[in-house]
């Protein structure tokens, strides 16, 4: 079975700075995405930034980006340039991808990270 | 606006009552899920449906039933409401959708449901 892991429960940045949120998974599985949820207090998932297996490159999305370390099984966000409106519960989350109907998402337990102004 | 629409948005039950949340999707998604999500233990698939009329065990089903009523409706059950089934919990359906080059799977979530059982 997957697991996802975030052993960070929260996590503290500066406005403008740089921070990294840690994430690793595991699975036997050779194709499967890599996803970043976040969730402000309402409520809502959003989806921060997605990656798939095969791709060696690092997906970014203007400010967010992450290193996905596929060997070490290992995906972590960085976001530049915080931003007060980023404060928020992160989640990391795993889907594993069969060209079927029954792709569950599973998600780790969140990093609850504080931007400061 | 399309999307994933879960009623209600809160709800207190009593020990032992029922009720039923409700979810609906109009992106004509094959996939549909229910997630609760605890704090500290992030967001655990209860049941989830690969397609109308199948539904599948998810890691924390006890307790709880489902219906695929259709392709845009699945519905969760609580039968006899319980204390530990106290939570947030999160309708979502999934399908496919295209950033820049490349295909994918995608989930959309509904705005979820605050359950509180005394």
């Known amino acids: 079975a997957q697991t996802v892991t975030q052993s960070q429960p929260e996590m503290s940045v500066q406005e403008a700075e740089t921070v990294t949120l840690s994430c690793t998974y595991d699975t036997s599985e050779n194709n499967y995405y890599l996803f970043w949820y976040k969730q402000p207090p309402s409520r809502q998932m959003i989806l921060v930034i997605r990656?798939?297996?095969?791709?060696?490159q690092n997906a970014t999305e203007n400010r967010f980006s992450v290193n996905f370390q596929k060997a070490a099984k290992s995906f972590s966000l960085k976001i530049s340039d915080s931003q007060l409106g980023d404060t928020a519960m992160y989640f990391c989350a795993f889907m594993n991808w069969d060209g079927g109907a029954t792709n569950k998402l599973i998600f780790g337990t969140g990093t609850l990270l504080a931007v400061q102004p | 606006n399309a999307g994933v629409t879960q009623t209600p948005k809160f709800q207190v039950l009593k020990t032992g009552q029922s009720m039923t949340l409700q979810c609906a999707q109009d992106m004509n998604h094959n996939s549909m899920y229910w997630y609760r999500q605890d704090p500290g233990m992030g967001l655990r698939l209860i049941y989830y449906s690969a397609s109308e009329g199948t539904t599948d065990k998810g890691e924390v089903p006890n307790g709880y039933n489902v219906s695929r009523l259709n392709k845009r409706e699945f519905s969760l059950r609580l039968e006899s409401a319980a204390p530990s089934q106290t939570s947030v919990y999160f309708c979502?359906?999934?399908?496919?959708?295209?950033?820049?080059?490349?295909?994918?799977?995608?989930?959309?979530f509904g705005s979820g449901t605050q359950l509180s059982v005394l």
């Open positions: 979502a359906s999934s399908g496919a959708f295209k950033q820049r080059d490349t295909w994918g799977e995608k989930l959309f």
């Open positions: 990656q798939e297996a095969y791709k060696q």
